[in-house]
């Protein structure tokens, strides 16, 4: 028989005030070649109850080689998000000092409401952020 690996996928809810409300653990058993990620989702979907609200990865640069950006976002047939969180460079320097990149995601009632590319520059005891909507619940703003 040739060499298995055990998946575990972990989704973890938190409540209004950020404790944990629940933890569900989800266990996949895969020979090798490992399937690819459509595959661990679909297979997901179909054993289990739970829909996948977002699927976070960071592959491709949000700035493409010959100019341009890539879209950032993309949502399924099943509402399910796919979020490419790869913006290179992460920290940028600036005069004041540096500002950093976080990609923040809003959920309520296990519902992707809002994602948004967020850098951050903390100057003492001042701290200034500049966003960008990527996701908002009604509209894609990509």
């Known amino acids: 028989m040739g060499q298995q690996v055990l998946v575990l996928i972990q989704m973890t809810y938190a409540g209004k005030t950020g404790q ?14 490992l399937p690819d990620l ?4 679909s297979l997901l979907k179909e054993n289990s109850n ?14 493409m080689l010959n100019g341009g950006f890539r879209n950032m976002i993309s949502i399924g047939s099943d509402n399910t998000i796919y979020l490419n969180a790869a913006i290179v460079p ?11 990149a976080f990609t923040v995601v809003d959920f309520m009632d296990s519902r992707v409401t809002k994602v948004v590319e967020t850098w951050v520059l903390v100057v003492g ?14 509209t894609e703003v990509t």
Do not use: N, W
């Open 90 to 100: 992460r920290v940028k320097p600036l005069d004041l000092g540096k500002s950093r």
């Open 125 to 138: 005891e001042g701290t200034f952020k500049e966003e960008h909507i990527l996701f908002h619940a009604d």
């Open 20 to 33: 944990v409300v629940e933890t569900l653990g989800i266990q996949f058993c895969f020979s090798l070649p």
């Open 50 to 63: 739970y829909h996948v609200p977002l699927v976070v990865f960071g592959h491709m640069h949000k700035e």
């Open 38 to 41: 459509a595959q661990v989702i």
